[in-house]
């Protein structure tokens, strides 16, 4: 009796399914629609960039914040 009864069953590890990857864009993708808002592929590049390193900043001091 208890908690622990019964016959045990290893969970089994499953593939991914595609509807996982659902609204994931590829690289090609994200620039070209940063370019169809900016204008330039130049411009596109930028901006991306420049998003990547704030969401970097932003998780850094997310995890400076858990730490306190």
């Known amino acids: 009796m ?7 069953v ?3 590890e499953l593939a991914p399914r595609p509807s996982n990857r659902k609204g994931k864009t ?3 993708v994200h ?11 130049k411009r596109a590049k930028k901006k991306r ?3 990547s390193s704030v969401l970097r900043k ?3 001091a997310g995890g400076a914040e ?3």
């Not at 208890?2 to 045990?8: P, Q, S, T, V």
């Not at 620039?31 to 592929?41: C, M, N, Q």
Request: hydrophobic share 25%.
């Open 2 to 8: 208890g908690i622990n009864r019964g016959h045990f």
């Open 26 to 28: 590829s690289k090609r």
């Open 10 to 12: 290893i969970k089994k």
């Open 49 to 51: 960039e420049e998003m």
């Open 66 to 68: 858990k730490k306190k």
């Open 31 to 41: 620039f070209k629609v940063a370019k169809r808002k900016l204008g330039t592929h």
């Open 58 to 60: 932003m998780r850094s």
